[in-house]
């Protein structure tokens, strides 16, 4: 008689790995004119590339927190009573802007300063803002060393602030069930890929690179799915947006860069044609399966077809629709 083969045991998880990115709840600073407890220069991860962009700034309503003053900090604690606006402390939601329209470094802050934070503590939320590497590598300030950048590394970073906020969301005030990103082009593109990219294992061997919260203090998995995303003019086609910018605006330009008779002109009218090409390739189609293709025109402009048209006509359309309602 044939033996069953034991099953193999779960590696065991070693529920202190993380324990360096628990936010220090001492070390709150407050802003006694506003009403608003921050920490800056948070790490969200145990093995950043760049020091100065891998760390997060939290600032909070001043309900949230029952506090105690040690010397020029706080020793704060979740008030489990507090509402603010229509959030209690613990359905408060928790957002964070991602202010980069050039796919360019964000760095976390280095100083308190209270401009754009009104109107968010007014409605009872949780501000966050966290740094991220670029869409290039670069080097420390003040003589550091090089860093890494490009994709994937900036949404790898979002996210590993994402899981830090939950690796510490029993000591922090918000829902971290309700983490909503926000941010318009490039910083827009950013905001639908955290929205459209929770969990993916895609992310996981980065995720484990620098080191990013991975479970909680009770070995259970965490999540970097974000709750809602809000994406202005979102770029998400990153190598094929710099083309699609000078087909859609820069070859019709004859100033600075793109002035006659500039190597850089002739850059924009090949990359407005590579788009062009690009659109042609891709088999795209319209509502009721149309085939939306460019056409050359004069010049090796790609300025007629179905494609074109199309735009023309969301345009126009959009226009109509505003001019009705204002």
């Not at 790995?17 to 921050?38: K, P, Q, V």
């Not at 928790?94 to 280095?110: D, E, K, R, Y």
Request: hydrophobic share 35%; aromatic share 12%.
């Amino acid at each position: 008689e044939e033996e069953t083969p034991e099953e193999p045991d779960e590696p065991e998880v070693d529920v202190d790995e993380f324990e360096r990115l628990a936010i220090d709840m001492d070390a709150w600073e407050f802003d006694s004119e506003n009403g608003i407890f921050y920490q800056l220069g948070i790490p969200y991860c145990l093995n950043p590339a760049s020091e100065s962009y891998e760390s997060m700034a939290i600032f909070v309503p001043g309900a949230y927190f029952t506090a105690k003053a040690k010397g020029r900090t706080y020793s704060c604690a979740v008030n489990e009573r507090a509402q603010v606006g229509q959030f209690s402390v613990h359905t408060a939601p928790v957002i964070m802007p991602i202010n980069s329209g050039t796919l360019s470094a964000q760095l976390s802050p280095t100083y308190y300063g209270f401009a754009g934070l009104g109107s968010y503590m007014e409605a009872g939320l949780v501000y966050v803002y966290a740094g991220f590497r670029g869409r290039t590598a670069g080097y420390e300030s003040a003589g550091g060393g090089a860093y890494s950048g490009g994709d994937p590394w900036p949404v790898v970073d979002l996210k590993a602030a994402v899981r830090c906020l939950r690796y510490n969301a029993s000591v922090l005030p918000g829902s971290m069930d309700r983490i909503c990103t926000c941010g318009f082009s490039m910083g827009g593109g950013m905001s639908a890929l955290m929205g459209a990219s929770g969990d993916s294992e895609l992310y996981l061997p980065y995720l484990n690179e620098i080191g990013a919260a991975l479970h909680d203090l009770e070995g259970s998995t965490l999540s970097d799915a974000t709750f809602a995303s809000a994406s202005w003019c979102p770029v998400t086609s990153f190598d094929t947006a710099d083309a699609s910018y000078e087909w859609m605006m820069g070859q019709y330009s004859d100033e600075g860069t793109r002035a006659e008779g500039t190597w850089t002109k002739l850059l924009s009218r090949d990359l407005a044609a590579a788009s062009g090409a690009y659109v042609n390739e891709v088999g795209m189609r319209d509502e009721a399966g149309q085939n939306l293709t460019l056409d050359e025109t004069a010049g090796e402009i790609y300025a007629d077809g179905t494609y074109y048209a199309y735009l023309v006509n969301l345009v126009q359309d959009s226009a109509n629709t505003f001019f009705e309602n204002t």
